[in-house]
């Protein structure tokens, strides 16, 4: 074993820094996935289209940017902008016809996201076409840091080093503080744990859901916003997106925001590693994982057993 | 037989002369009545565990399997009716090996293993080049019908015909089991699981013997599809090809066993009509006409009959 680490070093190395900075995009869309399932017990299947247009229209506006010759470091903003833009425009509306089929039957509501998924889908090919979209000027702008691992030296791309993990730890540790500190984040704990008692005490538990539809939303774009200038942007990058936030919210049980940070970068190494050892477990590795953890522990790695309703 | 189901026997006869008739006067439509047929197949299954209030999303897992089985052995053994229970008997073990597991979940936890399991079977066809030839698909020999080699015209006759009875004798058959105790059961199952145990009924057993019918029926709409395409690629195995079987499901109409049919004709017709009229928003005029149903007309096209019917003064030929 020690002697395969030795050989293998450079692609081990490789396979961490990409595992990390993959992990991180993979949360900022399950975690809001998570934040919305907790106010509206539904999985929410457009989520992904969300990342997808996140995508789009940060690459779009970075492009625009770009083309002005305006000052270089304006694309960071940009990206955020634009995640900003994406969840204020589509989240009030789709929490709006969500909330309308509340009285619905589960398999209703969950076929509600389907039916967005389909619509948005659609939509973001109208919008930004269906040729590959390319934008890298955040990547370039940084340049790459030369990380040594054993003998070897690694040239990674700063972007995908510092400020795609650190956007995602900024997040995490933003999050835990809001939902646990702040009067607004204890109202969305309140009303996740229990609607009717929360709004017995008062809490407008319709605002509170609306807020965190937006909020989610917005993740999930900056998700797409920030993993935009590492990949090509093409269709279907929603519902690749979508399937594996839920086996990370499954893996890691429903409601737990530290649970989907362990969780994607469990599944994020565990794809990366695939990637650069056995290729054509790529995309299979995620579910084998969910497969796993559910066996063992059918509530979720870091679920309470109450959470499973059988 | 009673005198609704002598009706309902009449009104599923009448259909088939009906889709038999439009395929005769609209060749190009029988192509797209045999797919829709042999969805409406598959989704007959999704309605035996929608009842029980699980709603699958890895289902297209069971069609995928039938018809690449279908195209694996197709070379060695190009017979429609060899082909068929080969690919439900495929589909059906492995719905047995996979229903012991997913039968003890419920809801999203059913429903997200499902599409995992689905999504693991997707990336094995397309990974596995040598095997499958990724997603360059596999290609169907022509096949026989009962030992006979038919010309293109007759043999997509003769699978239309295939689906046709497939579907009139899987619609009875889920018409008898929904009224029968397991069927019934299924149903408790959705309104309280505990007192069905409490009565001392198996509901992992109940959804089980569900989940493996909804299996087999799954394959032999997929054998249908490969027959009739005569193309199998991984497209058939992605989540979003079991989405629109339960999209069709909700389409139709729970209520009935006319409801898988009538809401794959309605899939299957918009979606070709759509994508002719406007190429890159067919999707997005489903998920509008999907989301149209479920806030005005949540019992389906079924339902939307129903009530019309109900509504006329003399109530005749209200099933």
Redesign the interface.
Known sequence: MPGWIADNALLIGLAVLDGLSYAAAVFMVAVGLNLIFGVLRV?N?AHGSLYAIGGYSAAALGLFVVSRGLPGWLVFPTLLAASVLVGLVLGPPIER?LR??EK?????Q???T??????L???Q??LFG?QPVVFDAPLKMLGTVDIPFGQDVIPFTAYQLFVLPGIALVTLAGLAWFLRRTLYGRMIVAVTTDREAARAMGIDAAKVTLLTFTAGAALAALGGALASPTASLVPGVG?QTI?LS??VV?TAG?GQIEGAAVTSLLIGLGRSFAVYFE??????VP??I??AV??VR?QGLFGVPET??? | MSRRALLELVAALAAAAIVLLVAALVPWLRFVLTIAIAKGIAVLGILLLLRAGQVSFGHALYVALAAYAAAFAAPRMPEALLLLPLGALVSGAVGLVVGLFVVRYREIFFGMLNLALSMVFYSVLEKFYALTHGTDGIRLPAIRYVGTALGPEEAGWATLAVAILLALGFGAFVRVYLLSPMGEALSAMKTRETRLEFMGIPARRVLLAAYVLSAVMAGCGGVIIAMTTRHVTPALAYWTASGELVFIAILGGAGSVFGPFLGAFGYELTRTYAAALVADAWQMILGIVLLGVILFAPGGLWGMGRSALRRRPAGEGAA
């Open positions: 999985l299947i016809l309308r089929t619905e039957e589960p398999v209703l969950l076929l509600v389907f039916a967005l998924f389909m619509i889908e659609d939509l090919k109208l269906v519902a399937v839920f086996a499954a429903l290729p054509e477990l790529e995309v299979v579910y084998l969910m497969v559910l066996l059918p499973r309703r059988i």
